[in-house]
């Protein structure tokens, strides 16, 4: 169960519009590397994963995952509010607008909507944590991209804090592969899936003990 | 006296359901007086039993964790496990 808190994580606060940054930052909420895929990501993976310190920095990454998708969602309303029809036109925004106005809907930078084919569930510890690694590296590359982009300093505060966050995640599941190869068989990580199979290592019984 | 885990759990699902459910009628009739002071009621038992919860069986909410050795937070069950879940 979620409850929502009337907050951001970071504040957002632009104070100049502008609808060509808003294409290109959109990407982060509905793109292949965005923060709906993020936290959609996570939040489902840990249904099968057998490790609680993994379980535990899934829940709370995906979590933090979705106050990103607010934050994402917040810069790209601020910077398309008060347009003018002749700013929408020349900005390269009416491709954007024809669709969906100045609502916010996921899409990529290219227009592309929201896929859960951006998204691995694949149910083998080692194959999910490594889709996640590989995730936030991806994300941040997306964000020193969106840096070369823009150039407003009140956008490229918050796009820096998020991008900090990949890093902090990328670390955080290292974390997360230790403890999953901690409890493994070290001489065959591969011998068998703990998501699905039922065999029992030693180690894996000493687990938390 | 303290209820069983199970017992306790339903408790807090069914009165945060309560208020959760009077909150999404606050919200397009934020001044209707029956349904402020219903959810005040339910609210304030909600608040009684989490306490009582999470002293007695671990935290509901990271930042609700008390001082202790160890971060107590990634203790199973997790909610969506058959066991963490009482009969009906």
């Given at each position: 169960m979620w409850l929502y808190d009337k907050k951001l994580q970071y504040p957002v606060k632009i104070k100049n519009p502008n609808p060509a940054y808003a294409k290109v930052i959109i990407s982060q909420l509905g793109g292949p590397d965005g923060e709906m895929g993020a936290a959609t990501r996570y939040l489902s993976q840990r249904y099968s994963m057998p490790y609680d310190e993994v379980v535990g920095i899934l829940t709370d990454i995906g979590t933090e995952e979705l106050a990103h998708v607010e934050m994402i969602c917040a810069i790209v309303s601020q910077l398309t509010r008060n347009l003018s029809m002749e700013?929408?036109?020349?900005?390269?925004?009416?491709?954007?607008?024809?669709?969906?106005?100045?609502?916010?809907?996921?899409?990529?930078?290219?227009?592309?909507?929201?896929?859960?084919?951006?998204?691995?569930?694949?149910?083998?510890?080692?194959?999910?944590?490594?889709?996640?690694?590989?995730?936030?590296?991806?994300?941040?590359?997306?964000?020193?991209?969106?840096?070369?982009?823009?150039?407003?300093?009140?956008v490229c505060d918050v796009i820096r804090f998020l991008r900090q966050r990949e890093l902090t995640h990328f670390q955080r599941f290292g974390d997360a592969l230790s403890i999953a190869q901690r409890n493994m068989n070290s001489k065959n990580f591969y011998g068998y899936n703990p998501e699905f199979d039922k065999v029992k290592t030693a180690r894996q019984t000493m687990h938390r003990q | 006296m303290t209820m069983c885990r199970h017992d306790l759990m339903r408790e807090i699902q069914t009165l945060s359901f309560a208020c959760h459910d009077?909150?999404?009628?606050?919200d397009g009739h934020p001044n209707d007086a029956r349904a402020l002071s219903y959810f005040n009621a339910q609210n304030a038992k909600l608040t009684d039993a989490v306490a009582q919860y999470e002293n007695n069986f671990?935290?509901?909410?990271?930042?609700?964790?008390?001082?202790?050795?160890?971060?107590?937070?990634?203790?199973?069950?997790?909610?969506?496990?058959?066991e963490a879940n009482a009969e009906m």
């Open positions: 700013e929408i036109k020349r900005s390269g925004f009416d491709t954007y607008f024809v669709d969906h106005t100045a609502g916010v809907y996921p899409v990529s930078a290219s227009g592309i909507p929201f896929d859960a084919k951006y998204i691995g569930v694949k149910g083998d510890v080692i194959a999910d944590i490594t889709e996640d690694l590989a995730a936030e590296q991806k994300a941040r590359v997306t964000y020193d991209n969106i840096l070369r982009l823009v150039d407003d300093p009140d | 009077t909150a999404l009628y606050l671990g935290p509901l909410t990271a930042n609700s964790i008390e001082y202790s050795d160890s971060w107590t937070w990634i203790d199973g069950p997790w909610p969506w496990k058959y």
